[in-house]
């Protein structure tokens, strides 16, 4: 399977109906971004304000941007009963920003206005975003509230640390509306059958692509854009698992909830791998690693003079990390991790087709899956990816293709097969 086949998603929640709920805090207007983001991507948008969150931003501005009306209360539409309709019509209740306050109630149960009653009927689909200041959100009645929902199925996001709305700063902060979306994308994608079916798991992923010095200058690297490493967090965040992402030159902000580890080179990549696999029970490596870097890293810039030859800069092999992480593994007895997960992008030859090359691949790194896709036809920086995912010897278990949200989910229901054959219970169980 060649990457031209996943054609983007131009739609990509085309038939998903979301409410959005915006309670009183003053990152109320970043709500906007949010709905204006989930229209563009096809979803059918009804956004329910609390009476509050209108003294911040007001119901022309909600209809605008989502096309439809706006009810508080739930003796408005009463014919509609729209305050039990909403809740049970959509696939998603996304509160932004989520106030002490509403969670609060929502863990109560209360149903007093029209979003804490939609919140009611919605049960476990709901993303919480929250947003506080600090001694808030570390406030012991907060913190039970935010583990009770969680226990309840619902998604409540880690805030992001940052400036608040004062001098002050710390977690609290409302997690930017591009990690919001994402988070929603990727609650979305799941398959229902797969909610919460990695709660209790410890993942570790990496992404991006390693850069290798030269000189002060000048650096080896690829093409990764780290974007579909990016979205297997998101995916695994949202069916419970614990992530950790090693990020090799990636950009993007962290999906919230995830421990982030910034690396530059192989050699940075190697060793925080070599740190984090021995405690977790998922090592998923989509990074791209480079091959080889240079044997000496000039101290300074070198120079192009006129009379001057083109440098010749001899190479070495990097350490294989995905074969040395099997290897130790199997050194260990098998005790962690569980499932170890490879990536391989790989153009055909006059040897061998990409898929053959992929399977001798697979064969020779012994991990538990190979997660292999042809970039001939160019695949990086996009927003979708073709993929076929392999066993330790090679064979086909599935494939997948369409926007990375849905690849990453399509990888992790090929590793959660692989922790139910060895019968995986998770670390704190």
């Known amino acids: 399977m060649s990457a031209d086949k996943a054609a983007p998603t131009s739609a990509p929640l085309q038939g998903r109906s979301v409410v959005v709920g915006v309670s009183g805090g003053i990152a109320a207007y970043k709500a906007a971004h949010v709905v204006r983001g989930l229209v563009a991507s096809g979803a059918e948008v009804r956004v329910i304000p609390t009476p509050s969150s209108l003294a911040f931003v007001g119901a022309a501005t909600w209809e605008a941007l989502s096309h439809h009306r706006v009810l508080t209360s739930v003796f408005e ?13 959509a696939d998603l209740v996304v509160v932004v920003p989520a106030t002490a306050d509403l969670m609060a109630r929502a863990r109560m149960g209360r149903a007093d206005d029209l979003l804490t009653a939609t919140l009611l009927m919605a049960g476990d689909r709901a993303l919480l975003a929250p947003a506080m200041h600090t001694e808030m959100w570390e406030n012991p009645a907060t913190r039970e509230n935010v583990a009770v929902l969680r226990e309840r199925g619902i ?15 710390g977690p609290g902060r409302l997690p930017e509306p591009e990690a919001i979306l994402a988070a929603v994308h990727a609650q979305l994608g799941a398959p229902r059958t797969a909610a919460q079916d990695l709660a209790g798991a410890r993942i570790v992923i990496t992404a991006g692509g390693t850069r290798e010095e030269i000189d002060p200058v000048r650096y080896l690297a690829n093409h990764s854009s780290g974007k579909q490493g990016w979205a297997l967090a998101h995916a695994a965040l949202a069916r419970g698992a614990e992530v950790a992402l090693i990020a090799a030159n990636v950009q993007a902000q962290t999906p919230p ?37 240079p044997v000496e890293r000039s101290g300074a810039k070198i120079k192009k003079t006129e009379d001057s030859d083109a440098p010749v800069i001899a190479l070495r092999r990097t350490e294989d990390i995905l074969h040395a992480s099997v290897e130790e593994r199997a050194e260990g007895g098998g005790q962690s991790p569980a499932a170890i997960v490879g990536f ?4 055909g030859d006059s040897s061998a087709s990409s898929l053959e090359l992929a399977q001798r691949k697979a064969r020779r790194k012994g991990a538990d899956l190979l997660v292999f896709n042809d970039v001939t036809a160019g695949v990086f920086g996009s927003e979708s990816n073709a ?13 997948a293709a369409g926007e990375k949200i849905t690849v990453a989910h399509a990888v992790l229901d090929e590793t959660r097969g692989v922790l139910a054959q060895k019968g995986w219970v998770p670390w704190d169980a």
């Not at 580890?261 to 190697?270: K, N, R």
């Not at 993929?387 to 494939?399: C, M, P």
Request: contains cysteine; proline residues 2%; hydrophobic residues 50%.
């Open 77 to 89: 539409d009463v014919e509609q009963v729209a305050h039990v309709r909403r809740g049970q019509e």
């Open 387 to 399: 993929v076929q995912i392999l066993d330790a010897q090679g064979e086909l278990r599935a494939e």
């Open 344 to 347: 391989a992008a790989e153009t």
């Open 257 to 293: 909830g995830a421990r982030r580890i910034d690396v530059v080179s192989a050699a940075d990549l190697a060793a925080a791998v070599a740190e984090a696999r021995r405690s977790c029970d998922v090592l998923i490596m989509a990074a791209a690693v480079a091959d080889f870097t």
């Open 155 to 169: 998604r409540v996001l880690e805030p992001a640390v940052g400036r608040l709305t004062g001098p002050d700063s």
